[in-house]
């Protein structure tokens, strides 16, 4: 399956200077991207890659052919549409989902490609340089499941087919 994953703040926030907003603050988000993307295949741009700190399998997407060391491909997002290069990665790795990890400029332009969408609302206003426009991910979706943190209500969690 297709899916994206993204924590945001209440106006869409997902980062400052190259990190999360709220950086180490909620160890619950952090578990549940680990639990949730353990044995998946990841996309993203070179920038929210480098965010996370792990050695599990990832492709590149840019406009500009930038790599980052220890990928398994880059994807010119001039050259295929979305949609192509998701069905690309999910062809490779058939038994394995594949996750959208983000920056913004993929989270929405592959939207419409994404099967489901895992989305950590953390309450709060944060100073940010990124945010992501909800309005684009959650178009024609339906949310299935919410439930709030168990360490704090400050977080929300929520799956959208």
């Known amino acids: 399956m297709i899916k994206s994953i993204v924590a945001v703040g ?3 926030e997902i980062g400052f200077e ?3 907003p709220w950086e180490g603050t909620f160890i619950e988000d952090q578990q549940w991207y680990m639990d949730n993307t353990l044995d998946a295949v990841r996309i993203g741009c070179s920038g929210s890659i480098k965010t996370i700190d792990d050695e599990r399998a990832f492709y590149i997407v ?3 052919d930038i790599a980052a060391p220890g990928s398994l491909g880059i994807y010119n997002w001039q050259d295929m549409k979305p949609h192509e290069i998701l069905e690309d990665v999910q062809a490779k790795h058939p038994t394995k989902d594949v996750f959208v990890v983000g920056g913004v400029p993929w989270y929405e332009a592959s939207a419409y490609a994404v099967e ?4 950590t609302r953390i309450n709060g206003n944060y100073t940010h340089d990124r945010a992501v ?3 684009i991910l ?4 339906k949310c299935i499941k919410s439930w709030q943190g168990q360490t704090t ?3 929300c969690f929520e799956i959208w087919e």
Do not use: H
């Not at 489901?116 to 989305?119: E, K, V």
């Open 62 to 64: 840019s406009a500009r």
């Open 153 to 155: 209500p400050d977080l």
């Open 116 to 119: 489901q969408l895992l989305i």
């Open 133 to 135: 426009n909800l309005d």
């Open 138 to 141: 959650l178009q024609n979706r």
């Open 10 to 12: 209440q106006n869409g």
């Open 18 to 20: 190259g990190k999360l």
